[in-house]
């Protein structure tokens, strides 16, 4: 809940101002109170009459208007927030808080605020990947400012990639975790999610690997993080960026990963979301293998360790809650039922992984369809952002783990 707290909200001039709306009436509904400056280009894409109408307050866009300077002031403005957030945060915004401007309000405001500052940056995937923009970010974030998103997916522009605010579901979150009130349900708990793939060698050069791109389990530790809990995220290799609120530990292959989680533990909740090779070649060459050294070698290979079966066995050190995910192509809810069932876990998160209608694979996209599978309970969750759904699980888990403590 955000009750009696007040955020200042500034909107940047870009395509996604029109969600800024959507933001401060989910902050609104938290209780909090909610009061924007609007940029010159903020005011080209969303009118200030909207931005008052949701937010019941006056709306700020000049820096030098006399009547604004003696009713409020840009000092008091920034200083009687708990919270400044900056939604969208364009890629100008953040250059010039980057160099210290203070050439209107906006700026000034952010210059003259000695609260915590939460930017929520949006652009087009060119503008987010540019050097400069990715040095503006890596600044803001050494100065202690808080980098939300961007997403990835199709952009307001056409083009695909990173550069989509955030989800408003996740801003809202992060908000509430950072000034709520009862907003850390995890707190002095333990939690421990898998990600990614693992890599099995081969030879030196070589490896069996898989498509996890590792996004639902580092948005579901992120989540399990931002509601309190102390979370070690064991991932195999990828490309993503280490979450906030989260401790990662890196790792290759599943025995890698199987010691590195027996590291972690004791635990109150594990979730396993990694896509541990069920094999490895039994004995991976020292050198690399010749292509002309005769017939295709055959490889021989032998079972890795059931990282979920190990920590779901009854144990002094089992977490009072085991979540394993299936990924299935077919019979989905069947065959995590029997998943759930042989490996002794407590639920179990079933994955869609074919190619949809479109031909497009769960592997590394951003959005999910999932089933949560209980011992007497199949449900079916709405397709939704792979941070969507990491939040609701998390929520699900702290339910699950303060029911069973109180
Ligand atoms: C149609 C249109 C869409 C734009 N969308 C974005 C955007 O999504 N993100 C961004 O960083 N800049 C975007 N820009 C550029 C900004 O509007 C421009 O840099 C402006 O100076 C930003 O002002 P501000 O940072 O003071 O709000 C867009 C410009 C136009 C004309």
Redesign the pocket.
């Known amino acids: 809940m955000l009750k009696d707290r007040n955020i200042l909200l500034i909107i940047?001039?870009?395509?996604?101002a029109f969600r800024a709306l959507e933001l401060i009436r989910r902050l609104k509904e938290q209780g909090a109170g909610v009061r924007c400056i609007l940029?010159?280009?903020?005011a080209?894409f969303i009118t200030a009459l909207s931005v008052a109408g949701l937010s019941g307050e006056k709306v700020f866009t000049d820096l030098f208007s006399l009547t604004d300077e003696a009713e409020m002031g840009h000092i008091r403005l920034s200083r009687e927030a708990d919270l400044v957030v900056v939604a969208?945060a364009?890629?100008?915004?953040m250059a010039r808080m980057v160099a210290g401007v203070a050439d209107?309000l906006?700026t000034t405001a952010l210059l003259a605020s000695d609260k915590p500052v939460m930017v929520c940056p949006?652009?087009?995937v060119e503008?987010w990947e540019k050097p400069s923009t990715q040095r503006n970010v890596a600044a803001l974030e050494a100065d202690g400012i808080i980098c939300i998103g961007p997403d990835s997916g199709s952009l307001a522009c056409g083009e695909e990639g990173a550069g989509r605010l955030a989800d408003i579901d996740l801003i809202v979150a992060e908000i509430t975790a950072l000034i709520g009130t009862g907003a850390r349900p995890l707190a002095g708990l333990k939690a421990l999610v898998t990600a990614g793939p693992t890599l099995e060698a081969i030879d030196p050069v070589r490896f069996i690997a898989n498509r996890s791109s590792g996004k639902q389990g580092y948005a579901i530790a992120e989540a399990l993080g931002r509601l309190g809990a102390a979370t070690t995220l064991v991932s195999g290799p990828t490309a993503l960026r280490v979450p906030r609120h989260v401790t990662r530990v890196d790792v290759t292959s599943a025995r890698d990963m199987l010691a590195a989680v027996e590291d972690a533990l004791p635990v109150d909740v594990a979730v396993c979301v990694a896509a541990v090779s069920d094999w490895r070649p039994e004995t991976p060459a020292g050198s690399k293998i010749k292509k002309n050294s005769g017939a295709p070698p055959a490889l021989k290979l032998v079972e890795n360790p059931d990282i979920l079966a190990a920590l779901s066995a009854p144990s002094n050190n089992r977490p009072q809650l085991v979540v394993g995910f299936a990924a299935e192509t077919e019979n989905l809810v069947e065959q995590a039922q029997a998943k759930l069932a042989s490996k002794g876990c407590d639920w179990i998160i079933a994955n869609d992984v074919s190619p949809d209608a479109r031909g497009e694979v769960v592997f590394g996209a951003d959005e999910n369809s999932i089933h949560l599978i209980t011992a007497d309970k199949v449900e079916a969750w709405e397709r939704a952002r792979k941070s969507v759904i990491a939040d609701r699980l998390a929520h699900r888990i702290a339910d699950a783990l303060t029911r069973k403590a109180g």
Do not use: F, K, V
């Open positions: 940047g001039g870009g395509i996604a940029t010159e280009g903020g080209e969208p364009t890629a100008n915004l209107d906006a949006s652009m087009n503008m």
